[in-house]
């Protein structure tokens, strides 16, 4: 599938007043990071630029600059735009019906990411799977369109944070010299990188680590410590009052143990299904296929599916797609 260019995009932006910037339900740093960045790079273009998003943004990410102007669609009378932009949102679905019921009009769909299974669902469409975050396709086109100049120190930050929060604060694989120059880039626009990572990964709520303390009690090791799994019930999350950012990076514990090479987060959902986070951490373990094969999708080293319950054969489920690739690997 072919992208279209920068200047077909910015062709579009230019000719548009009313933008909405949208991305997937349950976002991330790099959802909110990228929608945020994009939004205010807009309204300083002089459009009239909002930020939505269909789910509540997590208590970790509400230091960005700018995240008090990030709307839910109910919240909002409808809205007519002219172009919606997505970005980080691997498929249409993953926006949220509220959020196609909230825009009654929309001339032209643009869709900006980074994961290898987007389906080019827009009729403009950018997607660099070589990309660690879609933060940093955001950089490249804001700095195609305006300049470095362009990116503001708010702008900066949120790019910043969507670029470490998808990179394991620039430490996975998919990291590359052009996302450090990028980094590089983002701090000379005025991004404060001690600041930055305090607010991103020590500012946990004591929650955070009473529910790792009980996940870890359940932690369980498959196939000579190739496999760890980590499974969350309603019952606590309910009990400890967890939102939905608190378990970010809870995985990359279990993934850090020495002999693990496939490393999965289980999650059980009000509606009954079972949300899986998979890592890897080498290609020849593919959890973005093994998570294809359940009807989700992602990355090679990094995927994710939604399961039907109960918790215990959504799990073994997944456990027998992963043994094959791990033997295969042994
Ligand atoms: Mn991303």
């Known amino acids: 599938m072919e992208n279209n260019t920068f200047d ?67 919240s909002l009378a409808p809205i007519e735009a002219d172009v919606v932009i997505a ?52 950089f490249q086109l804001i700095e195609h369109i305006s300049g470095k100049s362009a990116v503001t120190p708010a702008i900066a930050a949120n790019l910043y944070a969507a670029i470490s929060t998808d990179t394991g604060s620039f430490c996975y694989p998919n990291t590359t010299a052009k996302t450090y120059r990028i980094g590089a880039e983002l701090i000379e626009a005025g991004a404060n990188v001690g600041q930055l990572n305090q607010q ?20 369980e090791i498959h196939f000579e410590g190739r496999f760890a799994c980590l499974q969350l019930t309603l019952e606590a999350v309910n009990r400890l009052g967890i939102q939905s950012g608190d378990t970010e990076g809870l995985i990359d514990i279990i993934r850090a143990i020495d002999t693990v090479i496939v490393a999965v987060f289980f999650e059980e959902m009000p509606d009954g299904k079972i949300r899986v986070s998979s890592r890897s951490k080498t290609s020849a373990a593919d959890v973005g296929k093994i998570c294809a094969g359940f009807g989700g999708g992602g990355h090679t080293l990094a995927a994710g599916t939604r399961m039907s319950g109960p918790i215990g054969d959504a799990k073994s489920r997944f456990l027998a797609a992963v043994e094959e690739v791990l033997e295969f690997e042994l």
């Open 8 to 74: 077909s995009i910015r062709d579009a932006i230019q000719s548009a007043d009313r933008i909405a910037v949208v991305s997937h339900d349950r976002p991330d740093g790099d959802a909110i990071g990228s929608t945020l960045a994009l939004t205010l790079f807009l309204v300083g273009l002089g459009k009239n630029a909002i930020a939505v998003n269909c789910d509540l943004v997590p208590d970790s990410l509400k230091f960005l600059p700018g995240i008090d102007s990030i709307r839910k669609p109910g």
């Open 87 to 138: 970005v980080d949102a691997a498929g249409k679905n993953r926006i949220g019906d509220a959020m196609w019921d909230s825009v009654p009009v929309c001339k032209t769909l643009i869709n900006i990411d980074h994961h290898i299974s987007n389906d080019h669902y827009a009729d403009l469409n950018y997607v660099d799977a070589e990309s660690p975050a879609t933060g940093e396709i955001m």
């Open 200 to 219: 991103l990964y020590e500012s946990y709520p004591q929650r955070r680590v009473e529910l790792l303390r009980e996940l870890l009690q359940k932690m």
